[in-house]
Protein backbone atom coordinates (compact mmCIF):
# COMPACT_ATOMS: atom_id res chain seq x y z
CA UNK A 1 0.00 0.00 0.00
CA UNK A 2 1.36 2.97 -1.44
CA UNK A 3 1.52 6.73 1.22
CA UNK A 4 -0.33 9.72 0.45
CA UNK A 5 1.59 12.59 0.89
CA UNK A 6 -0.67 15.94 1.33
CA UNK A 7 1.64 18.70 -0.41
CA UNK A 8 -0.43 21.37 1.31
CA UNK A 9 1.79 20.09 3.95
CA UNK A 10 4.65 19.36 3.16
CA UNK A 11 4.82 22.84 1.02
CA UNK A 12 3.66 24.29 4.81
CA UNK A 13 6.79 22.66 6.78
CA UNK A 14 9.18 23.67 3.57
CA UNK A 15 8.21 27.57 3.93
CA UNK A 16 7.77 27.64 8.01
CA UNK A 17 10.05 29.91 9.63
CA UNK A 18 11.22 31.45 6.03
CA UNK A 19 10.73 35.29 5.93
CA UNK A 20 10.68 38.01 3.06
CA UNK A 21 12.62 40.68 4.71
CA UNK A 22 12.49 43.96 3.63
CA UNK A 23 13.32 47.99 5.29
CA UNK A 24 11.21 50.97 5.73
CA UNK A 25 13.70 53.20 6.07
CA UNK A 26 16.44 51.87 7.96
CA UNK A 27 14.46 49.43 9.96
CA UNK A 28 14.48 45.71 9.13
CA UNK A 29 10.78 43.89 8.66
CA UNK A 30 10.36 40.31 8.03
CA UNK A 31 6.90 38.49 6.36
CA UNK A 32 6.08 34.92 6.49
CA UNK A 33 7.30 33.81 2.92
CA UNK A 34 3.73 31.93 2.51
CA UNK A 35 2.18 35.37 1.67
CA UNK A 36 4.16 36.71 -0.89
CA UNK A 37 2.93 36.24 -4.60
CA UNK A 38 6.03 38.12 -6.19
CA UNK A 39 8.22 41.81 -5.65
CA UNK A 40 7.65 44.20 -8.51
CA UNK A 41 9.72 47.49 -9.22
CA UNK A 42 7.32 50.49 -8.16
CA UNK A 43 5.63 52.16 -10.81
CA UNK A 44 2.81 55.10 -10.55
CA UNK A 45 -0.40 54.33 -8.13
CA UNK A 46 -3.50 55.74 -8.93
CA UNK A 47 -4.74 57.76 -6.45
CA UNK A 48 -8.13 56.80 -4.82
CA UNK A 49 -9.96 59.50 -2.90
CA UNK A 50 -11.06 59.50 0.55
CA UNK A 51 -8.91 56.96 2.02
CA UNK A 52 -6.19 56.52 4.65
CA UNK A 53 -2.91 58.40 3.83
CA UNK A 54 -1.05 54.96 4.09
CA UNK A 55 -2.91 54.15 1.09
CA UNK A 56 -0.76 55.02 -1.49
CA UNK A 57 -4.09 53.79 -4.22
CA UNK A 58 -4.26 50.99 -6.46
CA UNK A 59 -2.07 49.66 -8.83
CA UNK A 60 -3.27 47.64 -12.72
CA UNK A 61 -0.99 44.31 -12.15
CA UNK A 62 -2.27 42.02 -15.15
CA UNK A 63 -5.92 43.22 -15.35
CA UNK A 64 -6.13 42.68 -11.25
CA UNK A 65 -6.55 45.83 -9.54
CA UNK A 66 -4.60 45.59 -6.64
CA UNK A 67 -4.33 48.18 -3.33
CA UNK A 68 -1.35 49.61 -2.34
CA UNK A 69 -0.26 50.44 1.09
CA UNK A 70 2.78 52.80 1.80
CA UNK A 71 4.27 51.05 4.69
CA UNK A 72 6.17 53.99 6.10
CA UNK A 73 3.11 55.77 6.30
CA UNK A 74 1.86 52.74 7.80
CA UNK A 75 4.38 52.41 10.57
CA UNK A 76 4.43 55.66 10.98
CA UNK A 77 7.70 56.87 9.77
CA UNK A 78 6.66 59.00 6.85
CA UNK A 79 6.18 58.10 3.25
CA UNK A 80 8.25 55.75 1.44
CA UNK A 81 10.92 57.56 -0.33
CA UNK A 82 11.09 56.78 -4.47
CA UNK A 83 15.04 55.59 -5.33
CA UNK A 84 16.10 52.68 -7.79
CA UNK A 85 15.58 50.16 -5.10
CA UNK A 86 11.64 50.52 -3.88
CA UNK A 87 10.26 47.97 -4.95
CA UNK A 88 6.04 46.86 -4.49
CA UNK A 89 5.75 43.17 -2.49
CA UNK A 90 2.62 41.86 -3.40
CA UNK A 91 0.90 39.46 -0.83
CA UNK A 92 -2.07 37.47 -1.58
CA UNK A 93 -4.65 37.17 1.73
CA UNK A 94 -7.39 35.42 1.80
CA UNK A 95 -7.85 35.30 -1.87
CA UNK A 96 -7.13 38.65 -2.20
CA UNK A 97 -3.82 40.26 -3.81
CA UNK A 98 -2.55 43.64 -2.19
CA UNK A 99 0.51 45.19 -2.69
CA UNK A 100 3.22 47.11 0.57
CA UNK A 101 5.58 49.37 -0.97
CA UNK A 102 8.68 49.41 0.97
CA UNK A 103 12.33 51.05 0.54
CA UNK A 104 14.05 47.78 -0.18
CA UNK A 105 13.81 43.93 -0.28
CA UNK A 106 16.89 42.22 1.07
CA UNK A 107 16.40 38.31 1.22
CA UNK A 108 14.62 35.47 2.26
CA UNK A 109 15.75 34.82 5.64
CA UNK A 110 15.43 31.39 8.05
CA UNK A 111 13.96 32.94 11.15
CA UNK A 112 12.76 29.68 13.36
CA UNK A 113 10.72 29.88 16.33
CA UNK A 114 13.87 29.20 18.77
CA UNK A 115 15.43 32.48 17.39
CA UNK A 116 12.33 34.88 18.14
CA UNK A 117 11.06 36.61 20.84
CA UNK A 118 7.92 38.63 21.76
CA UNK A 119 8.05 42.25 21.20
CA UNK A 120 8.93 44.26 24.04
CA UNK A 121 5.47 45.66 26.09
CA UNK A 122 5.34 49.84 25.75
CA UNK A 123 3.02 51.00 27.92
CA UNK A 124 1.73 54.68 28.16
CA UNK A 125 -0.06 56.99 25.72
CA UNK A 126 -1.23 54.22 23.68
CA UNK A 127 1.79 52.82 22.24
CA UNK A 128 1.57 49.79 21.36
CA UNK A 129 4.07 47.01 19.13
CA UNK A 130 0.57 46.54 16.97
CA UNK A 131 1.63 45.49 13.95
CA UNK A 132 4.84 43.47 15.08
CA UNK A 133 4.00 39.88 16.25
CA UNK A 134 7.96 39.30 17.03
CA UNK A 135 11.32 40.18 16.65
CA UNK A 136 13.58 37.46 15.31
CA UNK A 137 17.37 38.02 14.35
CA UNK A 138 18.38 36.62 10.45
CA UNK A 139 21.89 36.91 9.18
CA UNK A 140 23.05 39.19 13.07
CA UNK A 141 20.42 41.89 12.31
CA UNK A 142 17.18 42.28 14.08
CA UNK A 143 13.62 41.85 12.02
CA UNK A 144 10.64 43.08 13.06
CA UNK A 145 8.25 40.45 11.70
CA UNK A 146 5.18 42.05 11.33
CA UNK A 147 1.32 40.39 11.16
CA UNK A 148 0.14 40.91 7.81
CA UNK A 149 -3.32 41.19 8.63
CA UNK A 150 -3.14 43.38 11.40
CA UNK A 151 -1.11 46.11 8.89
CA UNK A 152 -4.44 45.61 6.65
CA UNK A 153 -6.58 46.26 10.00
CA UNK A 154 -8.26 49.81 10.49
CA UNK A 155 -8.82 51.03 13.70
CA UNK A 156 -12.15 53.13 15.03
CA UNK A 157 -9.72 55.70 15.26
CA UNK A 158 -8.49 55.48 12.12
CA UNK A 159 -11.74 55.39 10.03
CA UNK A 160 -12.10 57.84 7.46
Known amino acids: MQDVVDLDLVIEDVMRGKYLTFLVGDIGYGIEISYVVEIISAQEVTLVPHTHAYVKGIINLRGTVVPVIDMGMRF????????????????SL??????????????????????????????????????????????????????????????????V
Open 76 to 91: GQGEVVYTDKTCIIVL
Open 94 to 159: DDMSVGILVDGVQDVSDIDDVTTQEPPKITGNNIKNFFIKAIGVAGGEVKQLIDVYKVFEVSVDEQ
